[in-house]
């Protein structure tokens, strides 16, 4: 497709891989960044005023739920991605736990195909399982599924039982130049459990899950990570416990990396009361020193980024009896306005910092392009109002997930369009 | 009548007065049941359905012949624990029976939280006749009733509970009505049937169970389901006996008349002994009367609201 030039004009331009923050033009051509100056002449090219808004690099998202194949009435690639651009990102990692299992280069090659022609043009990066059928015994073909495009490997929605697998998994990845993503739990220590165990869960009568069930296996895959010398990433990192290993970790010289949601900084426990099943999602919400100490991870650089644990179910998965209702938050469209109004605005954080933990950081952690307003660099950007109040509709959502405890609940901070490549995908001016 | 809900969920919230008056009530109504004619016409024209998702015998009669007694219409629908997943959805089956004309819907449910649920999505009343581990606010009622028969004021009683409290939706209840109406609740049970924070609900949980007796007013039980041995919850029932068996000897430490009560039904030789449970201070077969006369007078006071 055959893009022209673009203009953005007049916008707070903040990049902060290259200390960027100034009030500037950027000029768009060819796909690419062209420009960042100040007055660039507008002639015969499409112009986006930007004045009073905030021109960034897009968000990446390193952990979502596409559902495609198989539970295309949660979400496909189509209304997946088409999500993702509303919520202001450029490229999504979406994780294997599809029917069937992306543990396969045939399966990674239809996710791919079907992003590309079918997709919003939002880039899709498929992570690959560690095990075929993510059922923790054999090794899934990696080499094979690297071949294909897949950016990483994990079982997520499943924990990797078997130290000696992930172990192996690690070696072996290694070599095709492919991470491991770890979903850190253990089974045994989350037994029935559906929700954080503590006073709330006392109260409510609902089975807890102990903090230790995160925990254990946090450390577990640090201590095998160390052990190999191997690079290791965690996901949905939820508890104070947790971030404290990652900590320790990363001081002693550990190649460990670690992710939170927006809902781990933006919810807690307390937010079950009722039984609202949209509160219900694996790692539970957690507690108000648990939600502080993921800030502090986020700020002190523990925690390397922000990803949603995107997670669309459909309504009739929800609207049922807590315990029977599936785990999962329909993030995209609410992963800005929550991290925003929780870290910028409660002045944890500046805007550029926060823009590091969404676009930066995890283009870094991934090795794909974006993440940057480079000259040369591809043109994937994101629009800002920040200061805009939203309150969350989730009937609203593109995504067919409305699954959200944020419905009804006023926040800060829009995205007004996102560019890939230097085309528009989704404007909300 | 200061109780106007449509639902009673449970007993978390509920004021003193309100719950005073629902036991005044069921003095009333208690003469009723001990009456040689059993037929008032406090429910004519109403329609009460019991759905009862688990098995019980006395809940569910109880709520049954309160019903009779009182001339409503009154059903039963057994489904199994098993079709909460794989059968019709509750809030489809609620709605169905709201079309049906019902006016109270008394709903039990292994699951926490279900009755909440189901009251956000249907006109008639519910009852919760106990929901998982959450609450089961008529049990507690009925041991109100039958305490106060005994005691008189609940204010500064000390009732002992013992036995698995974490799965306990009547030690729930019994805490949130007994603090309400000014009693200290001990709880005492193996550690591993302890759930965290409890004493944040307003209790305490004393060391042993021969502190949890020390001058208590009442002594009550729980049922310890042989299962939670099997799930590794506490080694055996005879270390558990030792160690956690309501005893003569234990309920000696209590006050001289103390009662020694039982929600029922009771594992003999596990969380309490046969010589305590039918000794003379029990009144755990007049629970049950009580049991009745309580649910009269809710499903009376539910009704009426309409009025």
Not at chain 1, 289 to 315: K, M
């Amino acid at each position: 497709m055959m893009v022209g030039s673009m203009l953005i004009r007049g916008g707070r331009v903040i990049d902060p891989k290259n200390g960027v923050d100034m009030v500037a033009d950027v000029l768009v051509e060819n796909g690419k960044i062209a420009k960042i100056e100040e007055n660039i002449s507008a002639e015969g090219m499409q112009v986006i005023e930007a004045a009073g808004r905030v021109v960034a690099p897009g968000f990446i998202d390193m952990h979502c739920h596409l559902r495609d194949p198989g539970q295309e009435y949660k979400e496909d690639l189509i209304s997946g991605t088409k999500a993702a651009a509303r919520g202001g990102f450029t490229g999504v990692c979406c994780m294997p736990n599809t029917h069937p299992v992306n543990d396969n280069a045939a399966v990674t090659r239809y996710i791919l195909e079907k992003a590309q022609w079918q997709g919003s043009g939002v880039h899709v990066y498929p992570v690959g399982a560690i095990s075929k059928g993510l059922e923790g015994k054999e090794m899934a073909e990696i080499g094979r599924m690297k071949q294909a495009g897949i950016i990483a490997i994990s079982d997520d929605g499943r924990p990797v039982a078997n130290s000696n697998l992930l172990r192996l998994a690690m070696q072996y990845a290694d070599y095709f130049n492919v991470f491991v993503m770890s979903h850190s739990e253990d089974k045994n220590l989350v037994g029935d459990g559906v929700m954080n165990e503590g006073f709330i869960s006392t109260k409510l009568g609902l089975p807890g899950i102990t903090r230790a069930a995160e925990e254990v296996m946090i450390a577990r895959d640090i201590l095998v990570a160390e052990a190999e010398g191997k690079r290791i990433h965690l996901c949905h990192v939820s508890t104070k416990g947790g971030v404290q290993l990652v900590r320790e970790a990363k001081k002693r010289g550990v190649r460990v990396t670690a992710e939170t949601t927006p809902h781990y900084i933006g919810a807690t426990d307390e937010w079950v009361i009722g039984y609202d099943s949209n509160c219900r999602v694996n790692p539970p919400l957690r507690e108000e020193s648990d939600r502080q100490a993921c800030i502090a991870g986020l700020v002190d650089g523990t925690l390397d980024c922000i990803a949603t644990d995107h997670a669309p179910h459909h309504q009739d998965e929800k609207k049922v009896e807590f315990h029977i209702a599936a785990s999962g938050i329909s993030g995209f469209e609410t992963a800005f306005c929550v991290s925003y109004t929780e870290l910028v605005r409660a002045g944890h954080m500046t805007l550029p910092q926060l823009i590091e933990k969404m676009s930066t950081k995890p283009a870094q952690l991934l090795g794909v392009p974006g993440g940057e307003l480079t000259v040369g660099a591809a043109a994937d950007i994101v629009i800002l109002d920040p200061e805009k109040e939203i309150t969350v509709d989730a009937e609203k959502f593109v995504s067919r997930g409305h699954n959200t405890p944020f419905h009804g609940r006023t926040y800060y901070g829009a995205v007004l369009a996102t560019i890939v490549g230097g085309r528009v995908i989704d404007q909300q001016y | 009548m200061i109780f106007k809900r449509k639902d009673l969920l449970g007993l978390d919230g509920v004021s003193r007065e309100e719950i005073q008056e629902i036991l005044d009530n069921a003095m009333t109504m208690r003469q009723i049941v001990r009456s040689s004619n059993k037929k008032t016409a406090h429910l004519q024209g109403k329609s009460i359905v019991t759905l009862f998702y688990e098995n019980s015998t006395r809940t569910r009669m109880s709520f049954e012949l309160a019903s009779k007694y009182m001339s409503a219409a009154a059903a039963n629908i057994s489904a199994s624990a098993s079709s909460v997943a794989k059968g019709e959805t509750l809030i489809d089956t609620g709605v169905t029976l709201d079309q049906m004309g019902t006016d109270v819907i008394i709903l039990r449910h292994p699951m926490s939280g279900a009755p909440a649920l189901l009251a956000k999505h249907v006109r008639s009343s519910i009852i919760n006749a106990g929901d998982g581990m959450n609450e089961h606010p008529t049990q507690a009622l009925l041991d109100m009733l039958t305490m106060q028969d005994h005691i008189g004021s609940l204010d500064g009683i000390k009732v002992a509970i013992c036995g698995d409290v974490m799965h306990s939706r009547v030690a729930r209840s019994n805490i949130y009505g007994l603090t309400t109406m000014g009693a200290k609740v001990v709880l005492c049970a193996p550690p591993t049937l302890i759930p965290v924070h409890i004493e944040k609900l307003g209790c305490t949980v004393a060391p042993t169970i021969e502190d949890a007796c020390e001058g208590a007013d009442v002594v009550m039980g729980l049922r310890i389901q042989r299962e939670r041995q099997q799930k590794g919850l506490f080694p055996s029932v005879a270390e558990y006996c030792d160690n956690w068996e309501i005893t003569p000897e234990r309920v000696a430490l209590a006050k001289k008349d103390a009662l020694v009560m039982h929600p029922g039904p009771m594992n003999r030789g596990v969380e309490i002994a046969s010589s305590a449970a039918d000794s003379p201070q029990s009144v755990i077969n007049q629970q049950v009367e009580s049991g009745v006369a309580v649910r009269m007078a809710l499903l009376y006071m539910l009704t009426r609201r309409e009025a």
